[in-house]
T-cell receptor
């Protein structure tokens, strides 16, 4: 399958700081990437859809000024958690849309995730 | 009603057992369906796509019933390594690609 990397894998920061998470598609170009958040023992929650060269589309209840998304190239999307607080502590996962041709359906490939802990 | 619903489990089965998971989706416009596997504290990994004709990959069989709007996953001859959370996924397909994940079904396979 396609490879998606995410960096950093783990980050611990103080309350009030900003944290940037990178998501890269390593062996394919991804016009669309997705950012999810997952709390312990909970389901994946889509935060936003990131489209290369345009503004991200945020899901209801997700503050766009707090979770800044930039998709500057076909292989890189970044999520910046601004002024992080303890309630932002979570597992953040990105995925990249692998658009196939013919009769094959699009699939998503996930990065390994970033565990954010805000003290 | 959730867009994609799954029985959260957990399913506790002995090695070698056959176990089946069902998942229902509410959006009749959904076109693409998948099963993902997620291990504890790891990212989801694509297990298999689900086609109308059904598909099989080794010990895993996935089926789609559009009339009833549910998909299923059957695991035969369960292995200890099958222990994980299985996520059901429905998507409107290319062009309107917003994937909806189920909350997952936890499976524990015991020796």
């Amino acid at each position: 399958g396609a490879v998606v990397s995410q960096h950093p894998s783990r980050v611990i920061c103080k309350s009030g700081t900003s944290v940037k998470i990178e998501c890269r598609s390593l062996d394919f170009q991804a016009t669309t990437m997705f950012w999810y958040r997952q709390f312990p023992k909970k389901s994946l929650m889509l935060m936003a859809t990131s489209n290369e060269g345009s503004k991200a589309t945020y899901e209801q209840g997700v503050e766009k000024d707090k979770f800044l998304i930039n998709h500057a190239s076909l292989t890189l999307s970044t999520l910046t958690v601004t002024s992080a607080h303890p309630e932002d502590s979570s597992f953040y996962i990105c995925s990249a849309r692998f658009a196939t041709t013919g009769n094959k359906v699009d699939t998503q490939y996930f990065g390994p995730g970033t565990r954010l802990t805000v003290l | 009603r959730k867009e994609v619903e799954q029985d959260p489990g957990p399913f506790n089965v002995p090695e070698g057992a056959t176990v089946a998971f069902n998942c229902t989706y509410s959006n009749s416009a959904s076109q693409s369906f998948f099963w993902y596997r997620q291990d504890c504290r790891k990212e989801p990994k694509l297990l298999m796509s689900v086609y109308s004709s059904g598909n099989e990959d080794g010990r895993f069989t996935a089926q789609l019933n559009r009339a009833s709007q549910y998909i299923s996953l059957l695991i035969r001859d369960s292995k200890l390594s099958d222990s994980a959370t299985y996520l059901c996924v429905a998507s409107p397909g290319a062009g309107g690609f917003k994937t909806i994940f189920g909350a997952g079904t936890r499976l524990f396979v015991k020796a």
